[in-house]
């Protein structure tokens, strides 16, 4: 089965300086990776994705995120942090098998605290 | 623009009472799905559907109940509302299976049952 572990619940950075938001994956298959980020009382956005193209997949608003096969790995960075960057962050999976294809497969989730 | 909507926004409702929570999408995406989001569960899912006339359970599918009779809309109904479903349910759409599927999220209902 697929499963998504963020080892972070909660991560607190400085504007300006790097954020690395760690996501772990199972899989028996290929994987199909997200990340989406949710602001306070918004819906789900998509930030990035990727699907066994480039291990190295650039999404919106300066996120990228790299797949390590070896390390089973997900994680998602910036450069620097902005204070609009401050959200809850979910890494998700896309399940496979007769049972799971199509669905989507979400961590818990990562809270991101910039500070001025 | 297309877009997905979520009605309403908020609900309060008392235990034991039908409740109907609306999604909207006019991208005619074939794919539609609902989740609930709860304090350390992330997103589960809910009820989903292929296309019109074909309904799935998910995950947390126990209560809950849809059903497709357009392209555009996926009602979810809570038969007897529980205090355990007090919850934000979000609802998503997306216009292909497989590899290149993206899923589209609406902005969410915070339903407190009480």
């Known amino acids: 089965a697929q499963s998504v572990t963020q080892l972070d619940s909660h991560v607190s950075v400085s504007e300006g300086t790097p954020v690395l938001l760690r996501c772990n994956y199972s899989s028996s298959y290929s994987p199909s990776l997200f990340w989406y980020v949710q602001h306070p009382n918004k819906g789900l956005q998509l930030l990035l994705k990727y699907t066994s193209a480039a291990t190295l997949v650039k999404g919106i608003n300066g996120f990228e995120a790299e797949f390590k096969k070896s390390e089973t790995s997900f994680h998602l960075t910036k450069p620097s942090a902005h204070m609009s960057d401050a959200a809850e962050y979910f890494c998700v999976v896309r399940g496979h098998g007769s049972s799971n294809t199509g669905k989507l497969i979400f961590g818990q989730g990562t809270t991101l605290q910039v500070k001025p | 623009d297309a877009e997905i909507t979520q009605s309403p926004r908020h609900k309060i409702t008392e235990t034991g009472r039908q409740v109907t929570l609306a999604c909207h999408q006019t991208w005619n995406h074939n794919n539609m799905f609902w989740y609930r989001q709860d304090l350390g569960h992330g997103l589960r899912l809910i009820h989903y559907?292929?296309?019109?006339?074909?309904?799935n359970k998910g995950e947390v599918s126990d209560g809950y109940s849809v059903s497709r009779s357009n392209t555009e809309d996926l009602p979810l109904t809570l038969e007897s509302a529980a205090s355990s479903q007090t919850s934000v349910y979000f609802c998503?759409?997306?216009?292909?299976?497989?590899?290149?599927?993206?899923?589209?999220f609406g902005p969410g209902t915070r339903l407190l049952v009480l």
């Open positions: 559907s292929y296309g019109v006339h074909d309904t």
């Open positions: 998503a759409s997306s216009e292909v299976a497989g590899v290149q599927e993206t899923q589209y």
